[in-house]
Structures are given as structure tokens and as C-alpha cells.
């Protein structure tokens, strides 16, 4: 009698959409800058993040984790408690699966991990890791070319990534709604 309980329990639970479980739980990390600038200059001091680099960085990464939110594929965690330690750890994109750790202690299914790879002035690859962090590997990633060094370079970019390349047909609905094609 409790068996047959269980295992109605069981398969009822399996039967729920995933809407009624819950969306998975994602962290967003900060960019990360890969200057291969200063990485190839040989007898030059690296000089750090350039303020305007450091700045657009932050930009991208809040504006990833608005995308992400809006996509409807997870829930975006606060990350403002293990700020400290991710400062500490950073490069997040180096730490050698610290970040599948960290994301754990905010309650997260899914890690992002982006860089971008800074070639010259006016050449970057902005690039987008999904890590699931039980199993510590990368399930998706994409990636895109900027050439030019604005704000809304930098942010098209990871548009282009979020809508085109991670999770197009969530944004592609979105697109038809207002009339604009791809």
C-alpha cells in the first residue's frame, strides 16, 4: 500500500512540466580580459585593465544577465555573497573549476564564464561558457567577433551571442511579436 503510494508520488512528480518544478538557477560571472596585447610585448611591463576596459566588462555583464533573465531558460542568482571570493579567484575563466564551486554556494544549477580576448585596439572575440556545475563541464558555448571598440559594440556582441547563438528560439517569438524578422 505504501509502495504503490510512493510510486504514484513518483511518477507524479516526474509528469509535472518543468515550469512547475522550476527553472534551473544560474550565476553570472564578470567578464574576464584577455589582453593579448600586453601578453606579446616582449621586456614591457603589463600595464592592467585599461579603465575604459574594465568599464565596458561591467557593462556586458550586467547586460548578459538581463538577457538571460529574459530568455526564460533560468533564474539569475546574486552572486554579491561570494563577490569577495570571486574577486579573490579572478580570473574566473583560470581558476581551474573553482567557478563550478562558487556557483554551488549561491544555490546555482548553471555557471556563465565569459571572457573577452582583447587582440588589439579594434579587435575582440567576446566569448559565453554555460558550465553545469554538478557535472563541472561546459555544455554550450558561443562566441563573436567585434571589430571596433564602442559601448555598443561590446553589447551587440553579447546580444548577437544571447539571441542568435545561445538561445535563439526564445528571442525568435519575441521577434515575430513586434513584426521584425531575422
Known amino acids: 500500500m505504501i509502495t504503490s503510494r510512493i510510486a504514484t508520488i513518483a511518477l507524479g512528480l516526474l509528469l509535472l512540466p518543468a515550469a512547475a518544478v522550476g527553472k534551473q538557477k544560474a550565476v553570472i560571472f564578470p567578464f574576464d580580459l584577455i589582453d593579448q596585447q600586453q601578453q606579446f610585448e616582449i621586456g614591457i ?12 566588462l561591467e557593462l556586458i555583464t550586467n547586460e548578459l544577465a538581463k538577457l538571460i533573465e529574459e530568455s526564460g531558460e533560468y533564474d539569475v542568482v546574486d552572486s554579491s555573497p561570494i563577490a569577495e571570493k570571486i574577486e579573490e579567484k579572478s580570473p574566473i575563466h583560470q581558476c581551474n573549476g573553482c567557478e563550478d564551486q562558487l556557483a554551488k554556494d549561491v544555490g546555482a544549477d548553471v555557471a556563465f564564464v565569459s571572457t573577452v580576448r582583447k587582440a588589439s585596439d579594434v579587435l575582440f572575440t ?57
Open 126 to 182: 567576446v566569448s559565453v561558457y554555460i558550465r553545469d556545475v554538478n557535472s563541472e563541464r561546459v555544455f554550450k558555448q558561443a562566441s563573436s567577433e567585434i571589430y571596433g571598440n564602442t559601448d555598443a559594440m561590446w553589447l551587440r556582441s553579447v546580444n548577437y551571442i544571447v539571441k542568435r547563438r545561445l538561445f535563439p528560439e526564445d528571442f525568435k517569438g519575441a521577434k515575430a511579436a513586434k513584426g521584425e524578422t531575422q
Open 45 to 56: 611591463m603589463p600595464m592592467g585593465i585599461d579603465p575604459e576596459d574594465k568599464r565596458r
